[in-house]
Nanobody
Framework: QVQLVESGGGSVQAGGSLRLSCAASGRTFSTYVMGWFRQAPGKEREFVAAISRSGGSTYYADSVKGRFTISRDNAKNTVHLQMNSLKPEDTAVYYC???????????????????WGQGTQVTVSS
């Protein structure tokens, strides 16, 4: 098991940037595929981005391609989500998630991730 704690959320105007961070406990961080998901009030949780164990592969939802960048630092047990050119529709609670399975393909379905953080609020105003 792993404990995940998100930080870096806040309020920003449209076009601005935020950098989310997720800190993981333990010494097995590098064995997990990491993902970011978001959930707006009354909406289902949706995939945002994922990164492979080594950090060599990434995958993004079409809605954030070109604007968001996921990265990880296995030495520090952290994963980040750099969010640029933010839009009001990006407003949501953002969750960090970990997939413990040794999958071949990066997962985008919430149910395929085993561990979740508490979430951090991102609010984009126009």
């Amino acid at each position: 098991q792993v404990q995940l704690v998100e930080s870096g959320g806040g309020s920003v105007q449209a076009g601005g940037s935020l950098r989310l961070s997720c800190a993981a406990s333990g010494r097995t961080f590098s064995t997990y595929v990491m993902g970011w998901f978001r959930q707006a009030p009354g909406k289902e949780r949706e995939f945002v981005a994922a990164i492979s164990r080594s950090g060599g592969s990434t995958y993004y939802a079409d809605s954030v391609k070109g604007r968001f960048t996921i990265s990880r630092d296995n030495a520090k047990n952290t994963v980040h989500l750099q969010m640029n050119s933010l839009k009001p529709e990006d407003t949501a609670v953002y969750y960090c998630a970990a997939d413990r399975m040794l999958r071949v393909v990066l997962t985008t379905t919430p149910g395929e991730y085993d561990y979740w953080g508490q979430g951090t609020q991102v609010t984009v105003s126009s």
